[in-house]
């Protein structure tokens, strides 16, 4: 296991460029910022060259929600550094932490008379809720659906402004995924019943048969008997087993005091078991409070959560930290919602996921339930998913990795550094074997990366080795 480091960012430099640079993983001096003065104290809703914005920015008036307010740019300084009137830093915050759903409250009181009712409702009552609720969000417009990634197309927009302030040089950085994999999938299961317990080997030899990793997340308490045998036999098949809540009870981060009185409980199974992740039941989450979970990642923010029951998203598709806690967010649809909110029996909403996660070279993350896919119907819809993963692993490029090995990697590149050799670049640091040195580049005005070693003048190569299409980053 890695020991990382018990300070988040003491390594890196500070400033508003700092989050561009922690992202992209170049040198510290590549990517100048400086933030205008006279921002007010309140968050406004604006757009930075179209791209969503939450946050202070300086000359321009509040609006409702991200993307509804004017359109921000920058200017070159005579330094050649970028001046903006936010603080990139305090924007990405806002999308990865939920701060703009603060304003919206009517969802909220609606979850709260839902959840109170609910052991009062049918199935088919809470269904009929649930596809209500999922409605008025749809119709709200933020986080974009089905995918978000506001966050990405912030720093990617900042990466090609830094290119225009620097005329035209590229600025070296840290490919995101080992190898040169252009994206990272994630393939986990809740298991939460006795029934789900019972199909996990059904679901281990389905996966298998497809060649896919994955990892089950187990309720430690009151679901069902025998969670050390279950866990063995998960590790004992090369799978990975994580903690999921502590009795799935629906109250998790309903009350501080409580939250941290089981999250003792919480940490203590981890420990017990071994586990090195967390998952709290229906994706509850309240990310001020993560501090309190002594685990290496986790596992509730979704990317976009209008189907979840807590409403909201990071509105990014790539692992973060909060604090030293890394966050491996789900960035596609849960099984569940997808058979029985959206009623969808195929799975091209999961295709169409990917495609998008896949232009920012994003990390591709399911929950599917070994609960849910007992029945013919949602069996073969999950047998489809994984032979469309098999055929695209290739044909993409893709890494498909346990989330342990995700954490791994991307604190390792969290420690690496950039640095210049005579005539050349190198990377440095614990397994920067498997890191692969890319460039960004402004190709015809467009974003462009480039992974050393590819053909060094077009642009519109393939991100990776073995890629069979270049997504240029929009
Ligand atoms: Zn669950």
């Not at 001096?29 to 946050?55: E, M, N, Q, Y």
């Not at 502590?246 to 071994?274: V, W």
């Not at 949602?378 to 098999?390: G, T």
């Amino acid at each position: 296991m890695d020991q990382a480091p018990t300070n988040l960012g003491a390594h890196t430099e500070a400033g508003p460029a700092s989050v561009v640079t922690d992202y992209y993983r170049c040198p510290s001096d590549s990517i100048h910022i400086k933030v205008s003065a006279g921002r007010p104290a309140t968050l406004t809703s604006f757009t930075f060259k179209s791209v969503p914005c939450f946050g202070r920015v300086a000359g321009v008036n509040d609006a409702a929600r991200p993307g509804a307010g004017a359109d921000t740019s920058y200017e070159i300084g005579s330094d050649r550094s970028m001046v903006l009137p936010f603080d990139p830093a305090e924007v990405v915050e806002n999308f990865r932490h939920e701060r703009y759903t603060a304003k919206r409250n009517s969802d909220r009181m609606l979850r709260a008379a839902y959840y109170t009712m609910r052991p009062l409702l049918g199935a088919r009552v809470r269904q009929m809720i649930q596809r209500q609720l999922v409605r008025r969000r749809l119709a709200g417009g933020f986080p974009h659906w089905p995918l978000d990634c506001s966050v990405e197309r912030l720093l990617e927009t900042l990466m090609f402004a830094a290119l225009d302030a620097r005329e035209g040089d590229e600025i070296p950085f840290i490919w995101f995924w080992p190898e040169g994999f252009t994206s990272a999938v994630m393939m986990t299961h809740d298991v939460e019943a006795a029934v789900g317990r019972d199909h996990c080997a059904m679901v281990m030899d389905l996966d298998a048969m497809f060649a896919i990793k994955a990892a089950f997340q187990i309720i430690p308490e009151g679901r069902y008997g025998n969670v050390d045998a279950l866990i063995d036999a998960i590790k004992a098949r090369g799978f990975e087993a994580n903690i999921h809540d502590l009795d799935h009870d629906g109250r998790l981060y309903a009350d501080q005091e409580k939250f941290r009185s089981r999250a003792t409980k919480i940490n203590q199974y981890g420990k017990h078991y071994g586990l090195r992740g967390f998952r709290a039941g229906a994706m509850y989450r309240q990310q001020e409070w993560f501090s309190f979970l002594d685990f290496d990642y986790e596992m509730s923010v979704p990317t976009v959560a209008h189907l979840e029951p807590q409403e909201g998203g990071c509105c990014s598709v790539m692992p973060y930290f909060v604090g030293n806690l890394l966050e491996l967010p789900l960035t596609t649809v849960q099984d569940h919602a997808l058979f029985y909110i959206l009623r969808e029996p195929s799975i091209d909403l999961w295709k169409r996921q990917i495609e998008s996660i896949v232009e920012h070279y994003g990390l591709i993350s399911f929950i599917v339930h070994p609960d849910y896919i007992v029945g013919q119907q949602e069996q073969n819809a999950y047998r489809e998913l994984l032979a469309h993963l098999a055929a695209i692993r290739e044909s993409l490029n893709l890494w498909v990795a346990l989330p342990a090995e995700i954490n791994d990697w991307w604190r390792q590149r969290r420690e690496m550094r950039i640095v210049r050799e005579s005539d050349s670049w190198q990377i440095t640091g614990k397994g920067s074997e498997r890191a692969r040195l890319a460039f960004a580049r402004n190709v015809d005005g467009k974003l462009t990366y480039r992974l050393a070693g590819g053909h060094q003048t077009q642009p519109g190569l393939p991100a990776a080795p073995g890629a069979q299409r270049c997504p240029t980053v929009r």
